[in-house]
């Protein structure tokens, strides 16, 4: 998963990513549910790794609501886009 950060495109690291996560993300994007995914799933991103180790209960608006690491303080499990976070967002009965 990509994100922009002062006008940089990085990504978020599947470090403990879960399925509130991804709800939340899902939610953020008009979406009613989501699942998670780890590895890379969709392909590598590009840029630096720059989120990691988010904590959602799954009520939150956005996914920056949800604690985290803080921004580029990401564990060293995540140093390569081979743990990039993925997500499937959906309609309910998909």
């Keep these: 998963m ?3 950060k002062d006008g940089q495109v990085g990504t978020v690291c599947d470090y403990d990513w879960t399925k509130n ?3 939340v ?3 953020q994007l008009n979406f009613p549910d989501g699942r998670p995914y780890k590895r890379s799933f969709y392909g590598a991103g590009k840029g630096a790794v720059v989120l990691s180790g988010f904590f959602c209960d799954g009520k939150e608006e956005r996914l920056l609501d949800c ?5 580029y303080n990401v564990q060293d499990y ?3 886009h081979q743990n990039d ?5 959906y309609r309910k009965g998909e």
């Excluded at 604690?67 to 921004?71: C, P, Y």
């Excluded at 976070?85 to 967002?89: G, I, M, T």
């Design 21 to 23: 996560d991804a709800r």
């Design 2 to 4: 990509e994100v922009i």
């Design 67 to 71: 604690s985290s690491r803080g921004w």
């Design 25 to 27: 993300l899902c939610r």
């Design 85 to 89: 976070a993925s997500v499937y967002c």
């Design 78 to 80: 995540c140093t390569s």
